[in-house]
């Protein structure tokens, strides 16, 4: 590929009008979701000249103001005019909606980022935004302020030949975001996602910031196998290489990595261009079949699969089974506009093949390793066929019952879900409680009996077995895993209330496992809830205050002042609380409060593993975990 990189090479599709009216159908959503995407589109650009092999080191800092800088040593932006607009081509990809090396000019032959959209969007919703390049011994600046060219592109230096690449700061605009904070963790785990995918491109993110200054550096020579060997961390894994495949056929760049552990469920994730794709698409559905037939054909051959047996299904083989799933290809169709799901035929037939192959061989070469999944596998078929058995009894008598609900649960009498909420309730105390405090027209009750299994360490037939989760799956009204009708939900809020101390957390923590395990659709589409019961009570002069934290409970005696006529409760647990107090702090939609529990699929492998390293066998993964969360206080799923 020529390494050349100029104006001629950039081309313009259209202006820059929309971006700062219409924010969120560029960016997603101006939320701090929408704030730390800016960062990714820059980062994004620097990692396309990786991908063309002119890039090894990629640095992002959080200055002290909260702007962004982003450093490559890639070619540099071009600084020649463009032969259409008539001024630098580096002002052309500012300034220009869809205007990019990207749009078959020659100069990348895979690319990731919004195609080209990236750098013009976020100088629109930047307050400012400068670049500096380094090129042909000159060093360039230019500056923006709210997307418009304040300065035009001047030379401020010399700087040697051999010196290359791009750097670029921008602030974003606080008058578009919701917040301008930038959080160094979120930023932390997608550049590491980024560094797994390039193999041998070292990414540094520092934080300069007053009383957070710290740095971290993310470079991975093993690339994908690194990032199984990540992800597993906090699992037993069944054997210790990774199973690694790779190759190019018509043009699609393919790299899989595999690895078994003792769990049950699986963690596979698929990228184009390293794009997360939360949705697959033709690439997951290539590598899903070819993994299917490759170890079915290997079972019956080598008679680890007798012959009245039946063959395994992908579910079977792929339990316990952490994957990544990367493909690089010059033009990606992605289905929908996020980008969540991979629509080219090629990328299909391309990781159907190169995984086939390599796989077979891999098998073959590593007979014990083989036998291991195989076992695993023939395992799981066994367990999935008593599952199966429960599930239809359940069905069954359910037809016959018509469709009976748990014998605990106190149903409300609306039957619109939209109206409805349920209220998951710890103990049979706080339960009765929450009975008599309620709406009956639009709130139900399920208590439950202590803690739930812990779905991490179980497989599908257990799951079934379980009377708690079983009491869950018929009130909820959806089924789960491949039965999950999100249609026949019944009620639009399901709200988890627990006691404000170590074994609520853990009651919580059980069930948001199992629901993002096995129901995840309903904490995507934001229908589950965190109860917030208050600590204290405070009465003075037959006045009383709720407080939800210890701030809280500061700041009510500083205003009530602080004296003997102060009566202060902890509550230890809502079974304290008369059903008055619980309606008035906890259930009254106009005074509650609720958390919603939101899921950034972006952050998928992330979210897998803390669910792993908090619910999982490992304890060292554990205490490392809570010792570097502790000081947060409570966890963001």
């Known amino acids: 590929m020529s390494s050349d990189y100029s104006a001629d090479q950039i081309q313009v599709l259209e202006g820059l009008e929309a971006v700062r009216k219409r924010p969120g159908m560029y960016i997603g959503s101006t939320s701090s979701r929408g704030l730390h995407h800016l960062v990714y589109e820059i980062v994004d650009n620097s990692v396309d000249e990786a991908l063309a092999g002119f890039c090894d080191t990629i640095e992002v800092t959080i200055n002290q103001d909260d702007s962004i800088t982003v450093i490559d040593n890639g070619r540099g932006m071009p600084v020649d005019e463009h032969p259409k607009m008539k001024v630098p081509a580096v002002e052309v990809i500012f300034t220009q909606l869809h205007a990019g090396g990207k749009f078959g000019g020659g100069a990348y032959k895979v690319s990731g980022g919004l195609h080209g959209v990236g750098a013009s969007v976020v100088n629109a919703l930047s307050d400012w935004l400068e670049v500096t390049i380094y090129r042909d011994g000159n060093i360039y600046r230019q500056r923006y302020e709210k997307g418009k060219t304040v300065k035009k592109l001047e030379i401020i230096g010399a700087c040697k030949k051999s010196k290359h690449g791009s750097m670029v700061t921008f602030k974003p605009d606080s008058s578009i975001f919701e917040e301008t904070v930038y959080d160094f963790d979120v930023l932390k785990q997608r550049l590491r996602e980024m560094a797994f995918l390039t193999k041998g491109l070292k990414i540094i993110l520092k934080d300069e910031r007053e009383g957070s200054k710290q740095d971290r550096e993310f470079h991975y020579e093993g690339g994908i196998r690194e990032f199984v060997q990540y992800l597993n961390r906090s699992k037993e894994a069944l054997y210790p290489t990774i199973i690694?495949?790779?190759?190019?056929?018509?043009?699609?760049?393919?790299?899989?990595?595999?690895?078994?552990?003792?769990?049950?469920?699986?963690?596979?994730?698929?990228?184009?261009?390293?794009?997360?794709?939360?949705?697959?698409?033709?690439?997951?559905?290539?590598?899903?079949?070819?993994?299917?037939?490759?170890?079915?054909?290997?079972?019956?051959?080598?008679?680890?699969?007798?012959?009245?047996?039946?063959?395994?299904?992908?579910?079977?083989?792929?339990?316990?089974?952490?994957?990544?799933?990367?493909?690089?290809?010059?033009?990606?169709?992605?289905?929908?506009?996020?980008?969540?799901?991979?629509?080219?035929?090629?990328?299909?037939?391309?990781?159907?093949?190169?995984?086939?192959?390599?796989?077979?061989?891999?098998?073959?070469?590593?007979?014990?390793?083989?036998?291991?999944?195989?076992?695993?596998?023939?395992?799981?078929?066994?367990?999935?066929?008593?599952?199966?058995?429960?599930?239809?009894?359940?069905?069954?008598?359910?037809?016959?019952?018509?469709?009976?609900?748990?014998?605990?649960?106190?149903?409300?009498?609306?039957?619109?879900?939209?109206?409805?909420?349920?209220?998951?309730?710890?103990?049979?105390?706080?339960?009765?409680?929450?009975?008599?405090?309620?709406?009956?027209?639009?709130?139900?009750?399920?208590?439950?009996?202590?803690?739930?299994?812990?779905?991490?360490?179980?497989?599908?037939?257990?799951?079934?077995?379980?009377?708690?989760?079983?009491?869950?799956?018929?009130?909820?009204?959806?089924?789960?895993?491949?039965?999950?009708?999100?249609?026949?939900?019944?009620y639009h809020k399901i709200i988890i209330m627990t006691d404000a101390d170590v074994d609520g957390a853990h009651i919580s923590t059980l069930l948001l496992t199992f629901l993002y395990r096995f129901m995840p659709e309903l904490i995507k589409q934001g229908y589950v809830y965190l109860a917030q019961p208050p600590l204290y009570k405070v009465e003075k002069n037959k006045k009383v205050w709720y407080a939800y934290d210890d701030n809280e409970l500061n700041n009510i005696l500083k205003e009530v002042g602080r004296d003997n006529n102060n009566k202060i409760q902890r509550y230890k647990g809502l079974g304290e609380m008369d059903p008055e107090q619980l309606w008035e702090t906890t259930m009254d939609p106009e005074r509650r409060i609720l958390l919603r529990v939101t899921m950034d699929e972006e952050a998928s492998s992330e979210i897998d593993l803390t669910f792993t390293t908090l619910m999982g066998d490992k304890v060292e993964p554990r205490r490392e975990f809570i010792e570097l969360n502790a000081r947060y206080g409570e966890l963001d799923v």
């Open 244 to 490: 690694y495949c790779e190759g190019k056929i018509d043009g699609v760049a393919v790299e899989v990595a595999i690895q078994h552990n003792d769990s049950y469920t699986e963690s596979a994730y698929s990228f184009v261009n390293n794009i997360n794709t939360p949705e697959g698409g033709t690439h997951m559905a290539g590598f899903r079949n070819a993994l299917t037939k490759t170890f079915n054909d290997y079972a019956r051959k080598n008679n680890l699969l007798k012959e009245k047996e039946a063959n395994l299904t992908g579910d079977d083989i792929r339990e316990g089974m952490t994957a990544i799933i990367s493909v690089k290809l010059e033009d990606p169709q992605f289905e929908g506009q996020t980008k969540q799901k991979l629509g080219n035929s090629e990328a299909r037939s391309a990781v159907d093949s190169v995984v086939s192959e390599q796989l077979t061989y891999y098998l073959e070469q590593n007979p014990q390793i083989a036998k291991i999944i195989c076992e695993k596998s023939i395992l799981a078929q066994r367990a999935r066929a008593a599952a199966r058995k429960a599930r239809d009894l359940t069905r069954r008598k359910t037809a016959l019952e018509s469709t009976t609900l748990p014998g605990k649960l106190a149903d409300c009498s609306d039957k619109n879900p939209e109206n409805c909420e349920i209220y998951i309730v710890e103990g049979d105390s706080a339960g009765g409680s929450a009975k008599t405090a309620r709406s009956r027209n639009t709130q139900a009750i399920l208590p439950l009996r202590g803690k739930i299994l812990n779905v991490e360490k179980a497989r599908l037939d257990k799951i079934y077995a379980n009377a708690e989760i079983k009491a869950m799956i018929t009130a909820f009204g959806t089924g789960i895993h491949e039965d999950f009708d999100i249609s026949k939900l019944r």
